[in-house]
């Protein structure tokens, strides 16, 4: 009796766990904070050993974007279905909340808003002296406004680089020279 009811809990706590996940509760909601101002395609590279230290308000990520648009974070990626992040303006410390717009080519909407959320893996297969590189697990999105989403996302998507190629231009080049579409 007693291995029959050790059994039922270990299924129960197996169920609800993978409820838990299914749901996204695993997963920590995420702060975006964008440079006032802002318009261009935000890079967030995931495990770089040289990269911000995480932050956190309670038990949300922050990712405080630089002006470049390139944010090397500390954090690793987060896989699976989770709380639909928020974003920000940040102007010295204020925030003032900035929309996400799933891109729709007949109403878009009025002003400035972040669209087209993708997230993937690639980089450069070899660095400098040959020896092979691990891929970079990266986040990206674009900032614009109804007039110019379509022009960046288009540049993104007709870009003559493969997205790991992009991804590896990215991590071999100072932040503040990156390429802006």
């Known amino acids: 009796m007693k291995i029959l009811l050790w059994l039922v ?3 129960a706590l197996l169920l609800a766990y993978w409820y838990w996940y299914l749901l996204g509760l695993g ?3 995420e702060v975006y904070l964008v440079p006032q101002g802002f318009r261009g395609v935000v890079y967030i590279l995931f495990e770089q050993p040289n990269g911000v230290p995480p ?3 309670g038990w949300k990520r922050i990712y405080r974007i630089p002006r470049s648009g390139v944010l090397r974070t500390q954090f690793s990626f987060q896989e699976g279905p989770g709380p639909l992040p928020e ?3 940040d102007s010295a410390g204020q925030r003032r909340p900035l929309r996400y717009q799933i891109l729709n080519h007949r109403r878009p909407p009025r002003g400035v808003y972040v669209s087209t959320i993708e997230t993937g893996s690639g980089g ?3 660095d400098a002296q040959d020896r092979p590189q ?3 697990d990266y986040e990206s999105f674009i900032v614009a406004d109804s007039q110019n989403v379509k022009k960046f996302y288009t540049e993104l998507r007709e870009h003559e680089y493969t997205p790991s190629e992009l991804i590896c231009d990215i991590t071999l080049t100072d932040e503040d020279s990156v390429k802006r579409f």
């Open 9 to 11: 809990g270990g299924l």
């Open 27 to 29: 997963n920590a909601q």
């Open 55 to 57: 932050e956190r308000e």
């Open 87 to 89: 974003f920000f303006w």
């Open 124 to 126: 450069c297969y070899f």
């Open 134 to 136: 691990e891929p970079v």
